[in-house]
Every structure is written in structure tokens, then in C-alpha cells.
């Protein structure tokens, strides 16, 4: 590859970002790749090299599973020595998730990984894809003393580069679709691209790129909600084979203290259950301890899920029980920011 500008390899995954609407009837179909850079002639403009490769099946991101992220983290790592960058065309629906899947998936990563997409499809006169790639591309060309400045999984929409793992589709309509409630954006794009270089990911040694690609998936998500049902829970937490479930706790990681929820809980830890704390609320952080309703919680013991979003939480606890972390250092290890993932 030239080492005169950067080199960055466009993976298309498929959403909307990758259609078309066909003139007559309106209706959205998957537009032909390789004609990419005819429909943003811009692109080419970049000082920068552009290399696309696609899924074998571009899918709607509501289609996205374990699979999927397998080939996207597969590219990836195949070829990691061969471009500087890397720019994945994702649908929105589910791109927080594939950003804190990526982010697990791919550790010691020293490149830029930018997810992006769009609410509009390219080909629309509104479009706000072609911002949103274009700048998307820029992001990953970066570069300072010959190294890329951006050294993580983000996601890129609406002017704002974040990091991944902290993000959230927060908006079906608006341009704006994703935010960060709990991490300031890494850059902002206006007249000039500004980074935040105290918020970016700095590795703390070069070292080379390991991809993990063991997911377990036997996990689930508990949203607590008033009038929970006893028999309901208790079928849940008890279903076969079940690892680790999620608890979507209100306010700062508060529960009911119901006798029978609080024993529903204690059996699902001591048969070896991991539970996480994670808020139902979008910003802000579990705390518990802080109210009596969370501090019988901490007692069970319950893994505290801080900051931490419920997409992130899920692809931590898919990591963690793929790489078989020993039941010991389990707590300790979730509990502990791996990719800037909690604060
Ligand atoms: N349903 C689409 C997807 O996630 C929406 C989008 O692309 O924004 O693939």
C-alpha cells in the first residue's frame, strides 16, 4: 500500500447509508457497492486511499448477529498491516451494539475503527450520508508522528465522533441519532474538524492486534419495571444454562427490596448467575449503596455495572464468558474499564 497517504478499507455491512430509491415507486433497495464512489465523486477528493470491501450479505442492521461481527472483526484483523484506517458502513439500529461487540473483539487496537451510517439513504436529495462518510473517512486518515491519532472503535454521526462502546441510538427520526451520555464526543466536526485529544483511547503499549472471536451468548437483560410477577422472574433467572442476565435497574442502580425478588436474586448468584447493575436511565451512573434500595443489592453480591451502557454491558459479559474468565476475578474484571467502556 503507499505510505504517502493513508490507506482505509470501506467495509459495507449494508443499512440505509447503502440504498437507493428507486424514482418511480420510492421504495429503498441496496445500491451496487463498487459504484460507491460514483454516487460521492467527494470521496476522491480526500487525501487519502480508499479500498471497499462488503459482507457476503449486506443486511439491515436489525438482521446483525454473532456472525456478522465475526466477519466485520475478521476483516478487520485480516487486513490490519495493509491499511491505516478503518470506516464500517453499519445500519443504526443496531451500530451501538457492533461498536461495543468491535471494541471487545478487537484488543491492543491501534487504528481507528469509525462506524457510520445514515438516517437518510445515500442516494436521497436530504441525504445526511454523505457528511456522514465523508467525514467518517476523514476521522480514520488522521494521523500525527506518522501514526494514526485514533486508536479505537468510534461511531461518527451528525458532526460528532464518540467513542463506541459509550453510545447509544437514542433518536429514530432526528439526524442526530446517537449520543454519549456518560463520555464527551472525541471530535466535532464544523468549519474545522476539532479533536479532543484528552478524551481519545491511548494504548499503553504497541502491541500486536489480538482478535477474540469466543462470544457466549447465553445471556439475557432484566428490565425491572412496577409489578414485576414473581413466577416470571423466577422462570427467567432459573432458565437453562443461562450465564449472566442483565438487570436494568431504575434510577442510580435501585431495586425493589420485595423479600421474594431480593431471594430471587441471592439463588441466581449462588448458583453461580453473574447479575450486572446497569441503569434504565440514558445518562448518569449506578451507585450502590447510595439508597437502601440498592445497598441489599451490593450484599448478594451483585456485579455493579457503573456507567456502563446496556449494549456495552451485553458485549462485555459475551466476551468475558467466551474468553472463560475463572468465577473469581469475574466481578473484578467487569467491573474494570477495559476499552473506556465505564468511567
Ligand atoms: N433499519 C436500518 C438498519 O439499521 C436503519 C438504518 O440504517 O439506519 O439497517
Request: glycine share 0%.
Given at each position: 500500500m503507499s505510505n504517502q497517504q493513508p490507506d482505509i478499507l470501506l467495509i459495507y455491512t449494508g443499512g440505509t447509508i447503502g440504498m437507493v430509491r428507486e424514482y418511480r415507486s420510492g421504495v429503498l433497495r441496496a445500491f451496487n457497492f463498487e459504484k460507491l464512489l460514483d454516487q460521492i465523486p467527494e470521496l476522491q477528493q480526500l487525501e487519502c486511499q480508499i479500498h471497499s470491501v462488503s459482507l457476503q450479505k449486506p443486511i439491515d442492521s436489525s438482521n446483525m448477529d454473532i456472525p456478522h461481527w465475526h466477519e466485520i472483526a475478521g476483516l478487520i484483523a485480516s487486513n490490519y498491516d495493509a491499511y491505516d484506517g478503518f470506516v464500517v458502513l453499519h445500519g443504526s439500529d443496531t451500530m451501538s451494539y457492533t461498536a461495543s461487540a468491535l471494541s471487545f473483539m478487537l484488543?491492543?487496537?491501534?487504528?481507528p475503527v469509525v462506524l457510520t451510517g445514515s438516517q437518510l439513504p445515500i442516494g436521497d436529495l436530504r441525504t445526511d450520508a454523505k457528511e456522514n462518510l465523508i467525514t467518517s473517512v476523514q476521522m480514520a486518515a488522521l494521523r500525527e508522528n506518522g501514526r494514526p491519532l485514533i486508536q479505537e472503535v468510534c461511531l461518527y454521526f451528525e458532526f460528532k465522533l464518540y467513542r463506541g462502546n459509550r453510545?447509544?441510538?437514542?433518536?429514530?427520526?432526528?439526524?442526530?441519532?446517537?449520543?454519549?451520555p456518560n463520555y464527551p464526543a472525541l471530535a466535532t466536526s464544523g468549519v474545522h474538524l476539532k479533536v479532543h485529544r484528552e478524551y481519545l483511547w491511548k494504548p499503553a503499549a504497541l502491541k500486536p492486534l489480538k482478535l477474540h472471536t469466543r462470544l457466549e451468548n447465553r445471556i439475557g437483560i432484566l428490565k425491572l419495571f412496577p409489578g414485576m410477577n414473581p413466577d416470571w422472574v423466577g422462570n427467567l433467572l432459573r432458565s437453562p444454562g443461562l450465564k449472566a442476565v442483565i438487570l436494568e435497574t431504575f434510577g442510580a442502580g435501585n431495586a425493589p427490596t420485595s423479600p421474594w425478588l431480593l431471594q430471587a436474586f441471592k439463588e441466581a448468584v449462588d448458583s453461580g448467575l453473574y447479575l450486572v447493575n446497569v441503569t434504565q436511565c440514558r445518562g448518569g451512573s449506578v451507585l450502590m449503596g447510595r439508597y437502601e434500595t440498592s445497598a441489599s443489592l451490593s450484599d448478594i453480591p451483585i456485579i455493579d455495572g457503573r456507567d456502563i451502557t446496556t449494549e456495552a454491558a451485553l458485549a462485555k459479559l459475551m466476551y468475558l464468558l467466551g474468553e472463560e474468565v475463572s468465577h473469581k476475578s469475574f466481578k473484578t474484571i467487569f467491573e474494570t474499564s477495559l476499552r473506556g467502556e465505564m468511567s
Open positions: 484488543e491492543n487496537l491501534s487504528k453510545t447509544s441510538k437514542m433518536n429514530t427520526e432526528h439526524f442526530e441519532a446517537f449520543d454519549s
